[in-house]
């Protein structure tokens, strides 16, 4: 949805950039409370995919896509504009945090 919006702002306001970002999987407090409360009501297969993301360091800090999206608020160009974006494409390597 939010993609949508963003390529529609992109056209319907040009003097506004709009840019819609993937996080990927963020530890947050929704990711503790599918695996320990949601967790039966989904598939095992999916209880357990989650439960491994965490015990295999396969989540992101949050600070990790809130760079980029934090970055991008206040210096995101007009080429980004109206477009759909994973947090760590290339293409936005000049917001990612270097440290």
């Given at each position: 949805?939010?993609n949508h919006?963003?390529?529609?702002?992109?056209v319907?306001?040009p003097?506004?950039?709009?840019?819609?970002?993937?996080?990927?999987?963020?530890d947050?407090?929704?990711q503790?409370?599918?695996r320990?409360?949601h967790?039966?009501?989904?598939?095992?297969?999916?209880?357990?995919?989650?439960q491994g993301?965490k015990?295999?360091g396969?989540?992101?800090?949050?600070?990790?896509?809130?760079?980029?999206?934090?970055?991008?608020?206040?210096g995101a160009?007009?080429?980004?504009?109206?477009k759909?974006?994973s947090?760590?494409?290339?293409?936005?390597?000049?917001?990612?945090d270097?440290?």
């Open positions: 949805m939010q919006l963003a390529l529609t702002l992109s319907e306001e003097d506004v950039t709009s840019v819609s970002i993937r996080p990927g999987v963020v947050t407090e929704m503790r409370e599918i320990e409360v967790n039966t009501a989904m598939s095992e297969k999916d209880a357990a995919k989650f993301l015990k295999d396969g989540l992101l800090t949050p600070e990790q896509p809130g760079h980029v999206i934090a970055q991008l608020a206040v160009g007009k080429e980004l504009s109206g759909f974006l947090w760590n494409e290339e293409s936005l390597a000049e917001f990612q270097k440290s």
